[in-house]
C-alpha cells in the first residue's frame, strides 16, 4: 500500500497491481487501466453513444435526402432511394440496448466482440444516402 506521503511499500516491493502510472485508477493514458471486470471506464457508453451517433445521422441523412429529392420535384423513385438508410438507422437504433449488453460481457470475458453484422447494416444505410444523393445530382434536379 502506499503511504499518503506518496511512497510506500508498494513500490519497494515492485506490487505493481498497486502502482498506477497516472496516479488513479484507470487514468487517461494508463497502460494498466483496463482491469477487464473491474474496469472503471466507460468504453461500453462511448460505444453505444457512437453507434447512437451513426443512427441518428443516417437517419438524418435519408430523411433530409428524401425531402430534398421531393421539394425539388424529383421522381418518386429518386425518393424512394433514401427509404433503406431510415430503416437502417431504426435497425441500428433499436440493437443498441442490445449491443450495449454484448459489449458490456465482451469486456467482462476479455474477449472480442463481433459486431460485423451492425457494421453492414451502417454501411448499405450509408451507401444508400450516396446512392440516393448520385442520383438526385445525375437527375439534375434543382436545375
Known amino acids: 500500500m502506499n503511504t499518503p506521503g506518496g511512497t510506500g511499500d508498494a513500490e519497494s516491493t515492485g ?3 498497486s502502482t498506477e502510472s497516472t496516479g488513479g485508477a484507470g487514468g487517461a493514458g494508463d497502460a ?6 473491474g474496469d472503471s471506464g466507460l468504453q461500453g457508453e ?7 451517433r ?3 445521422v443516417l437517419a438524418a441523412g435519408g430523411l433530409g435526402g428524401a ?6 420535384g424529383a421522381p418518386a423513385g429518386v425518393a424512394l432511394l433514401f427509404v433503406p ?3 437502417c438507422a431504426v435497425l441500428l437504433l433499436t440493437q443498441t440496448g442490445i449491443r450495449y449488453r454484448r459489449a458490456q ?3 467482462r470475458r476479455g474477449g472480442p466482440l463481433d459486431d460485423r453484422a451492425d457494421a453492414l447494416v451502417a454501411w448499405i444505410g450509408t451507401l444508400t444516402v450516396v446512392a440516393g444523393a448520385a442520383a438526385v445530382v445525375l437527375a439534375g434536379i434543382g436545375r
Do not use: I, N
Request: net charge neutral; hydrophobic share 55%.
Open 67 to 72: 425531402g430534398v429529392a421531393l421539394r425539388a
Open 32 to 37: 494498466e487501466g483496463f482491469r477487464g471486470a
Open 15 to 17: 506490487d505493481a497491481e
Open 54 to 56: 451513426t443512427a441518428t
Open 46 to 52: 462511448r460505444t453505444r453513444f457512437a453507434w447512437v
Open 85 to 87: 438508410a431510415v430503416f
Open 105 to 107: 460481457e465482451a469486456l
